[in-house]
């Protein structure tokens, strides 16, 4: 029963069935949005029509179709999948591997039958063409009038590297699912945050209290005005507050500390700085409306004048090049305002300063070297596939010699080589 069950496991057929299950619910785990809340499925995916007929909100929640990756079924498909890659490793790839390292002699004529590569030559001289064979860099192991030949050993050590290299990345992938976590966090310049806003976490995970500062943040430019790269300058505090580390960081560049990555993902405008007549400073909020898809942020300021009495200016941004545009109630343009720079019309207004805000994504992924290291070694079996292994039979039968062959792949390039192999003979 034992030797069935292992069997049944080893089978390729069962480990491609596995992996397209695997695969088939990777796909659903791509379509349906991971991770999200209640309140979002219930949106997206309403009882009273539901997708396809049958895919609402409860479903979703019930299969755990909201955390494909982390549902125990899910986790035990994997585990089944390693599994049989193991058994195939042992049971079938290993014994493969030692037997084509054995001396496999034909002692009988019949059996050069069962080869697709078979000739037959009288009166050879056999010396040479051993000679001929060993230059085509073959291992040659003879008894007697009984030859066995082989070279391109290294491919049958492919499928084992196969194997190894997917139970590593899986390895890796649960690592990563039940210990790694994904949080993002939006933080103003200036200011010191803990990671609170975690939308990703596995079972075994401990979430850091590492706390950050956000120095500064900037934009620059392309000489059309388009944004050309945002950039943030982060410290990472110890718990009295010290710091630890500081590098400025922007997108695909960003700042690694104790296994925990921060990313530089996105930018807000939140507040201006004012200074009035009087000297004081204010701040203002900023809103951003979306229009056409474009980011602009507006605030308005309120105004007492000794002519026109109170009124608003509404104020336009659109950049962090360092300048608003400023309104008057009825929409018509009064003037530029860049940071520093007093406006008398009919009061004294100063630009401070921008408050901005950067969008930052935190993850530490604890097994992503090992999954690197996985598709490092599936790299390498890539390229060891492509060594053929081949094999040459060689039986001398009283005045007569058998000579077959097999290989692995690239079958026509063999047929060639034996071609100018037994070509040769005739000649000698």
């Known amino acids: 029963m034992k030797q069935k069950i292992f069997r049944f496991l080893a089978d390729?057929?069962?480990?491609?069935?596995?992996?397209?299950?695997?695969?088939?619910?990777?796909?659903?785990?791509?379509?349906?949005?991971?991770?999200?809340?209640?309140?979002?499925?219930?949106?997206?995916?309403?009882?009273?029509?539901?997708?396809?007929?049958?895919?609402?909100?409860?479903?979703?929640?019930?299969?755990?179709?909201?955390?494909?990756?982390k549902t125990w079924w899910f986790l035990t498909l994997i585990l089944i999948f390693a599994i049989s890659l193991l058994t195939c490793t042992f049971l079938q790839q290993l014994p493969s591997l030692i037997i084509a390292r054995r001396c496999q002699f034909f002692r009988k004529a019949n059996?050069?039958?069962?080869?697709?590569?078979?000739?037959?030559?009288?009166?050879?001289?056999l010396s040479q063409f051993i000679f001929r064979i060993k230059k085509n860099n073959y291992s040659i192991f003879q008894q007697k009038d009984i030859l066995y030949c082989y070279k391109g050993l290294i491919g049958r050590i492919t499928p084992i590297i196969v194997h190894f290299s997917m139970i590593i990345i899986l390895i890796g992938s649960m690592i990563n699912s039940f210990i790694g976590f994904n949080a993002q966090e939006i933080v103003p310049k200036s200011e010191t945050f803990h990671i609170q806003n975690i939308f990703n976490t596995g079972i075994l995970t401990k979430i850091p209290t590492t706390s950050t500062r956000v120095n500064d943040f900037w934009i620059t430019y392309t000489k059309k005005t388009n944004i050309d790269q945002f950039y943030s300058n982060i410290s990472i505090l110890n718990n009295y507050g010290s710091e630890i580390k500081q590098q400025t960081i922007f997108v695909n560049h960003p700042i690694r500390y104790n296994n925990i990555v921060y990313y530089q993902t996105d930018w807000n405008l939140i507040g201006l700085r004012i200074r009035n007549n009087e000297s004081k400073i204010f701040?203002?909020?900023?809103?951003s409306p979306k229009i056409d898809g474009q980011k602009i942020w507006i605030s308005s300021i309120p105004i007492i004048s000794e002519t026109k009495g109170f009124e608003n200016i509404n104020i336009l941004a659109n950049n962090l090049q360092g300048y608003v545009s400023?309104?008057?109630?009825?929409?018509?343009?009064?003037?530029?305002?860049?940071?520093?720079?007093?406006?008398?019309?009919?009061f004294l207004l100063t630009l401070v300063d921008f408050?901005?805000?950067?969008?930052?994504?935190?993850?530490?992924?604890?097994?992503?070297?090992?999954?690197?290291w996985g598709f490092?070694?599936?790299?390498?079996?890539?390229?060891?596939?492509y060594s053929t292994y081949s094999q040459i039979w060689i039986l001398k039968d009283q005045q007569k010699i058998?000579?077959?062959?097999?290989?692995t792949r690239a079958k026509f390039q063999f047929e060639f080589e034996m071609y100018k192999l037994t070509k040769k003979l005739y000649n000698v």
Not at 38 to 64: A, D, M, Q, R, V
Not at 111 to 125: C, R, S
Not at 402 to 407: A, Q, S, V
């Open 111 to 125: 059996q050069f039958k069962k080869l697709k590569t078979t000739v037959d030559v009288k009166n050879p001289y």
């Open 376 to 385: 490092g070694l599936l790299m390498i079996s890539t390229l060891i596939s």
């Open 402 to 407: 058998f000579i077959g062959g097999n290989t």
């Open 355 to 372: 408050i901005s805000s950067t969008g930052l994504q935190i993850k530490t992924d604890p097994g992503i070297f090992i999954v690197y």
């Open 12 to 69: 390729l057929r069962f480990a491609i069935f596995i992996l397209l299950v695997i695969a088939s619910f990777s796909i659903i785990g791509t379509i349906i949005e991971q991770d999200q809340t209640i309140e979002n499925y219930k949106f997206n995916y309403p009882l009273t029509n539901p997708i396809f007929g049958f895919l609402s909100w409860n479903l979703i929640i019930k299969l755990g179709l909201d955390h494909i990756y």
């Open 326 to 346: 400023l309104y008057n109630k009825s929409g018509t343009f009064i003037s530029n305002l860049e940071i520093n720079e007093t406006l008398h019309f009919p």
């Open 283 to 287: 701040q203002y909020p900023l809103i």
